[in-house]
């Protein structure tokens, strides 16, 4: 077997002697692959892994080889298979062709109980998964959310956050370094931001490092070191969606600044809780809860294409492992099991204006987990929240390719790429440096450009939505 991941409930489900009867004969988290296949078959052993993972398995008794990767494909696979039936199997596309899509053999509905659930050892309150009762409702989001970060502290090496300053990274990290005091470890957490000078993000971040305690890092990053980066990130990352690579390159620098700088290696993350709580701006314009819902969804089982990919790519490339407590499969179940209509943006706790992802800012109102201005401050795009709202980071990029790209080429975009024509000239830019790096046929690996719904807009930047606008 081969296996990049980590399976974060391989001791509960070995240590059940009266279930398994398993006998380990190495440390590895990842060998409990091998007994479950082998007593389950490759469908129950996906089911049961809680954990991220992209796994190989050559059977020699039944001549087959099984692959299977986790549910939100947090941990990347390609595959290629030649005409003659030989078949390659990597982590990255620059050594093969297809991408292997996320939760194969694990046949597993986002709204049904994880089948590993049982083996976790978590109370919820009053059947936890049906009754709603909203206080009950919130301490069991709590409790899964703490338990999602908990477990992913399973490391022998230092655990630090990266910390924007928005509710999801704050959140993560507020919890991951209560945690790991109540373990007794004495290093203060490692967290880490990055920004122009004076962006929101560095501010905000800047005060919940306080609040938490933690040893925190500010990364200052000029436009013109981000612009030198656009290439080399464009080849790590392996896409030229516009809104990724916008949000890819911060996060390329801070990584590299981590690996360079500091000896922490596991990094947590808030990737996910935009997907699950319906954090985008967009949210605002949703027809119907119902169709909130099934956005929220397909945000989720898209992941892999978007965030997921630009997170491990740009953490994975300076040799760094990201870990995402909001797409823990439990957490995710349960979450999406309450009504559509109480995930929705709904009215803030001061009777004010409605505020995305109220649930879980909700569940933690009260707490002091952090800063009460932080729990409720607005969604910042990532990609937005690194410069000042006087010159975003996207208009920065797109002055500089606009000298780059004439009118003229942009024009022809249609007749030279026929399929996901760009339309704006950052898009071209992005689009030509990629395929200058891995060829035309790949550009099929981005099915669709990532783009908010509802609005009408051509740009996935939330500061040019009338929402945001109307809310400064």
Not at 66 to 80: A, E, K, L, V
Not at 227 to 236: C, D, K, P
Request: net charge negative; glycine share 6%.
């Amino acid at each position: 077997m081969i296996c990049n991941g980590e399976i974060y409930n391989c001791r509960k489900v070995g240590l059940l002697k009266e279930e398994f009867a398993f006998e380990f004969e190495s440390t590895s988290d990842c060998e409990v692959i091998l007994h479950l296949y082998d007593k389950f078959g490759a469908e129950e052993t996906s089911k049961l892994l809680d954990g991220v993972f992209a796994y190989v398995i050559v059977d020699t008794r039944e001549y087959r080889v099984i692959i299977s990767r986790d549910t939100f494909g947090i941990r990347p696979m390609f595959y290629y298979v030649t005409k003659d039936g030989q078949m390659g199997v990597c982590s990255e596309v620059k050594g093969l062709i297809q991408a292997f899509p996320p939760a194969h053999y694990m046949f597993h509905s986002f709204n049904q109980t994880p089948v590993h659930y049982p083996y976790q050892g978590v109370a919820l309150e009053q059947g936890g998964f049906t009754l709603f009762d909203w206080s009950i409702i919130k301490k069991n989001i709590r409790t899964l959310m703490t338990n999602a970060v908990e477990k992913r502290l399973m490391s022998y090496r230092r655990v630090g956050s990266l910390l924007s300053g928005g509710l999801d990274s704050s959140l993560v990290a507020a919890i991951t370094a209560q945690k790991l005091r109540e373990r007794g470890v004495e290093q203060p957490i490692q967290t880490f931001s990055i920004g122009v000078e004076s962006s929101p993000d560095v501010i905000a971040a800047r005060k919940v490092a306080e609040h938490i305690k933690s040893e925190h890092h500010e990364v200052t990053f000029s436009p013109q070191e981000g612009i030198r980066a656009l290439e080399e990130t464009i080849f790590a990352l392996e896409s030229y969606d516009v809104t990724t690579v916008r949000a890819s390159i911060p996060m390329y620098l801070i990584s590299r600044y981590i690996s360079e700088n500091t000896d922490t290696i596991v990094i947590m993350s808030g990737e996910g809780a935009d997907e699950l709580a319906q954090g985008y701006i967009y949210f605002h314009k949703q027809p119907s809860p119902q169709e909130g819902d099934i956005e929220s969804k397909r945000l989720l089982t898209d992941l892999y294409l978007f965030d997921v990919l630009r997170t491990d790519r740009s953490t994975a490339a300076h040799g760094l492992e990201v870990r995402a407590p909001f797409l823990d499969h439990a957490f995710v179940s349960y979450f999406l099991s309450l009504p559509a209509s109480k995930r929705m943006p709904q009215v803030s706790v001061d009777g004010g204006a409605r505020v995305e992802k109220h649930l879980l800012r909700s569940s933690f109102d009260g707490t002091n987990l952090i800063p009460t201005e932080i729990l409720w401050r607005r969604k910042e795009a990532f990609s937005d929240g690194v410069t000042s709202k006087k010159r975003s980071w996207f208009e920065i990029l797109q002055e500089h390719i606009d000298s780059m790209i004439s009118d003229e080429e942009l024009d022809k975009a249609r007749e030279n790429y026929p399929f996901h024509t760009p339309r704006t000239k950052e898009a071209l830019f992005y689009r030509r440096t990629f395929e200058s790096k891995f060829g035309s046929k790949l550009s099929k690996l981005i099915p669709y450009q990532w783009l908010p719904r509802w609005t009408g807009s051509d740009d996935p930047s939330a500061r040019v939505l009338a929402h945001y606008q109307n809310d400064e």
